[in-house]
């Protein structure tokens, strides 16, 4: 009986100090709802927040509390309450500030009080950005996206909006989550965040990442650098006053402080600037609280409005903290009407929290090993901010569907939708719209699989150029999902040359699986294929085939040169939980020369000839069918990287250090009649640094050569990608007006340099016209160098960010072999053009 004494104790206090719960309503003198109203226990940083309907619910123990209820531009209120049942209401009806003026005489040409106001803060505002040098808090995060409209139709392809989640008027939440997180954080950049739960609604991990938003900083961070690649001015940065206008438009006491209300006004529009209120403390000039707006006339992207409020309170006699952070947003475009609110509840602050040696690491977030297994009673019991009734039956309808998908995991009703709801293949999709895409859907043990069929559209497969003619294909996939995160791909390749009547035919098998030793998750791919195909001489393929194909049509220039080959090979590639990236391969060619066979065109031009297929800048060098056998090692590492822990595995999150590739390859020779002989080595490194309001500075530098070169043959070249047409994807690995092979070298040395500098908004906001349109100008240079005779130099400016997606350059080339030259070369660039961009 002893032995179960603790256990009796501990199960007979948890009853006895069981926390009862207080509940009400926040309302404004109308009666109206104040949504996400801050309510706290006074003298402390615990509390909550209404909800959008004013609620709120708070628990505590049994005891005499003061509550503490606050909403900006509404007077702070406080009720004693004596806490001696499960559940009592208390409510709130703020009444709105009365502002006071003070008597202050403006001369013409004087300046509002406003200024002196702004200043002091502005004196204090690094003392108050350092005054705390390491805290742990917790925080707690509901997040919800709502669409107001979904438009049929998007590109002339028609929307289910029952695969969106909205009803049939376009109405309906599409996302819902809530989460508790322990902040750990040190100056200057040390974090660790901790989750103790996360939930999603219908499943999923949640939004489990404070925004963390100071305006103590001279550059706002606004949730992600995506909305704002420059970051936003501060109200009260360093140079803030050349940036805002202010104006006092009122004052009031609060628990014995003067608090002054400032209207926040940008001086001009198209810089990245915040509007709306800002609230200073007199005396001690510390921020009270804010109220303040971002739009897209002020260099918010992708997002057409976000505005940020924040109330501080004091966590010590004279340290505050921010104690809640309501974050609106709202995106319009192509018909969709989207809104949504994060509400980040901090509490139990721990300024001086003596953090151990090594206590950092680099985990900077880690799920608890039961995150997601909370049931619902667990979060009505922890949850500081109610939840609305759209909200319940959102967690509820979504949460019962996913339950239903799993416990019917063996159903034949679920395979047969599943395979039922498969779109039919129609003509127009085998021949241009789409392709092949099929799925078979099967069970393996608790899971339903499927296998896939992909194959291109026939169409769209075509191919032209001056060796094969037109040039019929077929790319067909075959995926096979082995369970246990392993799959199997097996991919043919056909295709035949009209003009040549050459078929070439070969297949990839890739077999790609995850494997884990502990937490630490890795990829590994294993690739074998072989038969017969038709390569470029430069293996980066610096011409793709759409290009190629209108140049040769209707330029009559043929800048693909090509060989065909049998070939077989066999290579492994790991990529480590650290994203690193390891990759072994041997490959064995017999390449064979090929010749033009036509000369077709759509517009006849006798003042144009093709050029021949042997690379004319290469015409010294033979090419005759040889064989080759060449081994390939590289490695892709990243110091310094950081990462999410999971309960099962580690994901990388980046580094604040370059990229670095080590690479390695060499020809053997006397190895079936291989007669390749060479050691060819390279190294590069590139990042992006990101310089806030001076834009973003992105570089890649290369050194490499042969080691020995006793047999080369052009496919072994060292090629410098350049480009004669008149668009570019490889900004960062590219030469934009040199020829493709007149600097091919095999020299034991050779360096490149490729920088660009994305002003990202700077100058160009200045411009009318170009403000408006938010073109951004781009510059930058590209070099390499191999000796006295054999270099080139560009250099180029641009504009990017048009329609969020095209990049326009301007280049000049400065070629050791040829005239200065000058092109215009088009791409993408920008917000989302940036995506499309390729660097390799």
């Known amino acids: 009986m002893m032995k179960y ?218 949730v992600s650098t995506q909305l704002g690649p420059r970051g936003f001015i501060s109200p009260i940065a360093n140079n803030a006053l050349l940036y805002y206008k202010y104006r006092l438009e009122g004052e009031f006491l609060e628990d014995g402080k003067t608090v002054n209300r400032i209207r926040v006004i940008p001086k001009r529009k198209r810089e990245p600037l915040f509007s709306g209120y800002i609230f200073i403390t007199d005396n001690d000039w510390r921020i009270h609280s804010t109220d303040l707006l971002l739009t897209g006339e002020y260099q918010l992207e992708i997002m057409d409005s976000l505005r940020i409020r924040q109330t501080h309170v004091p966590v010590t006699g004279d340290i505050w903290r921010v104690k809640d952070q309501v974050i609106y947003t709202t995106f319009k475009k192509f018909k969709f009407d989207m809104v949504g609110n994060f509400v980040n509840v901090y509490t139990d602050y721990n300024v001086k929290p003596n953090f151990p040696p090594k206590y950092f690491d680099k985990v900077i977030m880690k799920y608890d090993s039961a995150y997601n297994k909370q049931r619902p009673a667990y979060w009505d019991s922890i949850r500081p901010v109610p939840l609305e009734e759209a ?52 069970r393996r043990d608790s899971a339903i699989l499927y296998h896939q069929l992909a194959v291109k559209p026939l169409i769209q497969s075509l191919k032209y150029n001056t060796v094969e003619g037109l040039a019929l294909a077929v790319e067909p996939t075959v995926s096979f999902n082995a369970g246990d995160n392993s799959t199997l791909r097996i991919s043919p390749f056909i295709r035949y040359g009209l003009s040549n009547t050459h078929l070439n035919a070969y297949t990839e098998i890739n077999y790609s699986y995850g494997s884990r030793i502990r937490k630490k998750f890795g990829r590994n791919d294993w690739l074998l294929a072989g038969g017969k195909r038709i390569s470029q001489f430069n293996q980066d393929n610096p011409i793709d085939n759409i290009a190629n194909e209108f140049y040769t049509l209707f330029l009559k220039e043929n800048y693909m040169k090509l060989y065909e080959n049998w070939f077989g090979k066999l290579q492994y590639s790991r990529v480590f939980q650290t994203n690193d990236k390891l990759t072994a391969g041997l490959t064995y060619e017999s390449r064979m020369p090929v010749e033009n066979t036509t000369d077709f065109v759509f517009f006849k031009n006798d003042k144009k000839q093709f050029t021949p297929n042997h690379p004319e800048d290469l015409k010294d060098v033979p090419f005759e069918k040889h064989q080759a056998l060449v081994f390939d090692l590289s490695f892709r590492f990243q110091p310094g990287q950081r990462f999410i822990e999971l309960p099962d595995r580690m994901m990388p999150l980046g580094s604040k250090y370059p990229t670095f590739e080590i690479a390695y390859s060499k020809g053997i020779p006397n190895v079936a009649n291989s007669v390749v002989d060479f050691d060819k080595w390279q190294v590069a490194a590139f990042d992006k640094m990101n310089f806030k309001l001076l834009g973003e500075f992105r570089y890649r530098l290369t050194a490499g050569g042969f080691l020995s070169s006793k047999n080369v043959q052009i496919p072994d070249f060292q090629h410098f990608n350049g480009n004669q047409t008149f668009y570019n994807l490889k900004y960062l690995n590219s030469f934009q007006l040199a020829p493709y092979y007149r600097y091919s070298t095999t020299a034991s040395f050779y360096t490149t340099v490729n920088v660009e500098h994305h002003f990202n908004g700077l100058l160009t906001n200045k411009i009318p016209l170009f403000n408006r349109l938010k073109w951004n100008l781009v510059a930058g240079s590209n070099a390499f160098y191999v000796n006295r005779d054999n270099n080139y130099v560009e250099v180029f400016a641009g504009l990017e960010n048009i329609f969020k997606l095209i990049r326009v350059d301007v280049v000049a080339g400065y070629q050791s072999q040829d005239n200065t030259r000058v092109g215009v070369r088009v791409g993408f660039g920008g917000i989302f053009g940036g995506l499309v961009q390729t660097s390799k």
């Open 5 to 222: 004494l603790p256990a009796l104790f501990f199960l007979f206090l948890a009853v006895y100090c069981k926390a009862n719960v207080i509940k009400g309503r926040v309302t404004d003198d109308k009666d109206r709802p104040l949504a996400f109203a801050t309510v706290l226990i006074k003298g402390t940083t615990n509390g909550t927040t209404t909800n959008a309907a004013g609620q709120y619910q708070l628990e505590l123990a049994p005891g005499e509390y003061t509550i503490v209820c606050q909403y900006i531009g509404y007077r702070k209120t406080e009720s004693h309450i004596n806490v001696n049942a499960s559940t009592q209401t208390l409510d709130f009806h703020l009444q709105p500030l009365k502002m006071q003026i003070k008597e202050v005489v403006v001369k013409a040409g004087g300046e509002d009080p406003a200024y002196a106001i702004i200043r002091q803060a502005i004196k204090k505002r690094g003392f108050y950005q350092h005054q705390v040098n390491e805290y742990t808090c917790m925080s707690y995060i509901k997040g919800t996206i709502s669409l107001r409209a979904v438009p049929d139709r998007l590109f002339g392809k028609k929307i289910d909006k029952k695969d969106v989640g909205v009803d049939s008027t376009g109405k309906g939440m599409v996302f819902l989550s809530e989460s508790v997180t322990k902040i750990s954080a040190q100056r200057p950049d040390k974090i660790k965040l901790e989750v103790v739960s996360s939930r999603q609604s219908g499943g999923g991990l949640g939004f489990s990442f404070p925004a963390f938003i100071s305006f103590y900083d001279n550059n706002v961070n606004a």
């Open 391 to 442: 909200e319940v039956k959102d967690y509820h309808e979504k949460d019962s569907i996913a339950k239903a998908a799993r416990d019917s995991a063996f159903s034949r009703y679920t395979l047969d939708s599943l395979r039922y709801k498969q779109k039919k293949i129609k003509v127009i999709d085998v021949l241009w719209s789409g392709g092949i895409q099929h799925k078979y859907y099967f």
